[in-house]
């Protein structure tokens, strides 16, 4: 199993209440039910308001490195994702477990 963590950050300026990030946050809500790669899907909002923290966070698994590959690439991942760039910077870890 291959665990998928991504960290965001918003831009300087732009809050949780923006209808980008609404938008945003909801087709990452609304993805764990649509891509079958997806063994595990958790993301949401940081409850913290340590200046290191980051804003929303995702935490899921796929099978192996041909599940994470046609995660990355499914569309409904690409539109998610693609809705973020607007608004946000980001980190990635991808570990076995």
């Given at each position: 199993?291959?665990?998928?963590?991504?960290?965001?950050?918003?831009?300087?300026?732009?809050?949780?209440?923006?209808?980008?990030?609404?938008?945003?946050?909801?087709?990452?809500?609304?993805?764990?039910?649509?891509i079958?790669e997806?063994?595990?899907?958790?993301?949401g909002?940081?409850?913290?308001?340590?200046?290191?923290?980051?804003?929303f966070?995702?935490?899921?698994?796929?099978?192996?490195t041909d599940?994470?590959?046609?995660?990355?690439?499914?569309?409904?991942?690409?539109?998610?994702?693609?809705?973020?760039?607007?608004?946000?910077?980001?980190?990635?870890?991808?570990y076995?477990?």
């Amino acid at each position: 199993m291959i665990r998928h963590l991504v960290l965001f950050k918003l831009n300087d300026g732009v809050g949780r209440d923006d209808p980008r990030v609404v938008a945003g946050a909801d087709a990452f809500f609304a993805l764990g039910d649509r891509i079958e790669e997806l063994r595990s899907w958790e993301c949401g909002w940081n409850i913290t308001d340590r200046p290191i923290a980051y804003d929303f966070a995702i935490n899921s698994a796929v099978e192996d490195t041909d599940a994470l590959k046609r995660y990355v690439e499914h569309p409904a991942h690409q539109a998610a994702a693609g809705q973020w760039r607007e608004f946000a910077t980001w980190v990635i870890a991808d570990y076995e477990f």
